[in-house]
Structure formats: C-alpha cells, structure tokens
C-alpha cells in the first residue's frame, strides 16, 4: 500500500509540474506580448511551446494518476510510455534550441537594432522599444 501511495504522490507532483508549465507559458505571453511586437511574433514559440507541453504534461500525469488509483496494469505501463515519448522530445528540443541559439540571437539582433534605429522615424517601432525599456 505504501508503494501504491508513493506513486500517487509522485503522480500528483508530476500534475503539478504541468500546470507550473502552463501558467510559466502564459505569464511568459502575457509578459513578451507587448515587448517583442518588433520582432514580428517570432519569440512566442517559445512561450506556447510551455503551455502546449505543461498541458500535455498535466494529461498525461492525470491518465497515470487515474490508473494508479484504479490500480491498472495497463493504464500506468501506458502512461510510463507516454512518459518516455515526453522525454524523448524534451531533449530533441534542447538539441535544436542548442543547434540554433545562434540563428536566435542574430534574429534577435538584427530586430532590436533595426527597431532603435526607427525610432524616431516609425511610431510602431517607437512604441516596441518604449515598451521593452519600460519592462
């Protein structure tokens, strides 16, 4: 019974951790929105991406959560699958964000220095920098 309490626990942690996800994802949108309106959405990706996978997450720990209680052999073996699969594409992302931090910066760069230097001359651009300065 102690190892089937464990479980649970662990279960409840593991939901826990995807609706941090999800609300990391949405105060990151919510925060990023006006700032990198610059740079034409491309840094939102990031910020869905946490929302897309903190909800697959909390999906995911709830079905193993539901078979732990209903005591399911095939539920938790199906739930440590998905758990793999998670894992899987957690360190292929990492691998490309690493593959591709240099494309990110430059992006990054080249928006912001085109950005301060509309800036007396493009309303658009004047507000993005006043808003990225303010926060």
């Keep these: ?3 089937n309490t ?3 626990v662990r279960r409840n942690l593991v939901k826990l951790v995807g609706i941090a996800l999800l609300t990391l994802g949405a105060l990151i949108q919510a925060t990023i929105t006006e700032v990198t309106d610059f740079m034409a959405g491309k ?3 990031p910020s869905i991406t946490l929302i897309i996978v903190g909800s697959i997450v909390f999906i995911v720990a709830f079905y ?3 078979g732990a209680i209903r005591e399911s052999s095939c539920m938790v073996t199906t739930y440590v699958i998905f758990l793999m699969v998670i894992l899987v594409i957690e360190i292929a ?3 490309i ?3 591709y931090k240099d494309d990110f910066e430059d992006v990054f760069t080249d928006a ?8 007396y001359t493009d309303k658009g651009s004047r507000t993005s920098m006043d808003a990225l300065q303010v926060t």
Excluded: Q
């Excluded at 912001?112 to 800036?119: C, D, H």
């Design 112 to 119: 912001v220095t085109k950005a301060v230097n509309n800036y």
């Design 64 to 66: 193993g959560c539901c």
């Design 93 to 95: 992302i990492a691998a």
């Design 6 to 8: 464990t479980l649970v």
């Design 97 to 99: 964000a690493f593959i």
């Design 43 to 45: 840094f939102s990706v």
């Design 1 to 3: 019974m102690a190892e």
